[in-house]
């Protein structure tokens, strides 16, 4: 399994900005698909899951209402759509994927990762 994210880049607080993971190398019928984030001197952070099938979601209390959560099955692909956005949501973003949705908040429970995309939130 390969997870490429994209579109991260520098928004000004209450702007909105879009994220995109690119999946590929397998079926992902059983599996959860994630959003982690790490802003500087901090721990890597739970954002917003997905089942890949049925599409119920879960979101983290500092990002719902605001972000929402979404995938292509046509594509392959996991999206974050990020509004409302706050300085405090400066991080680089992570996609992540694991099989079942017990303990989805933590990252040692995940077996693919993406490479991260930086977004910036200027006040």
């Known amino acids: 399994v390969q997870l490429q994210a994209f579109g991260g880049g520098l928004v000004q607080a209450g702007g909105s900005l879009r994220l995109s993971c690119a999946a590929s190398?397998?079926?992902?019928?059983?599996?959860?698909m994630s959003w982690f984030r790490q802003a500087p001197g901090k721990e890597r952070e739970f954002v917003a899951a997905?089942?890949?099938?049925?599409?119920?979601?879960f979101y983290a209390d500092s990002v719902k209402g605001r972000f929402t959560i979404s995938r292509g099955h046509a594509e392959k692909a996991l999206y974050l759509q990020m509004n409302s956005l706050k300085p405090e949501d400066t991080a680089v973003y992570y996609c992540?994927?694991?099989?079942?949705?017990?303990?989805?908040?933590?990252?040692?429970?995940?077996?693919?990762w993406g490479q991260g995309t930086l977004v910036t939130v200027s006040s």
């Open positions: 992540a994927a694991k099989r079942g949705w017990l303990v989805i908040t933590k990252e040692y429970t995940y077996d693919y």
């Open positions: 190398g397998r079926t992902f019928s059983n599996y959860v």
């Open positions: 997905i089942r890949w099938s049925g599409g119920g979601t």
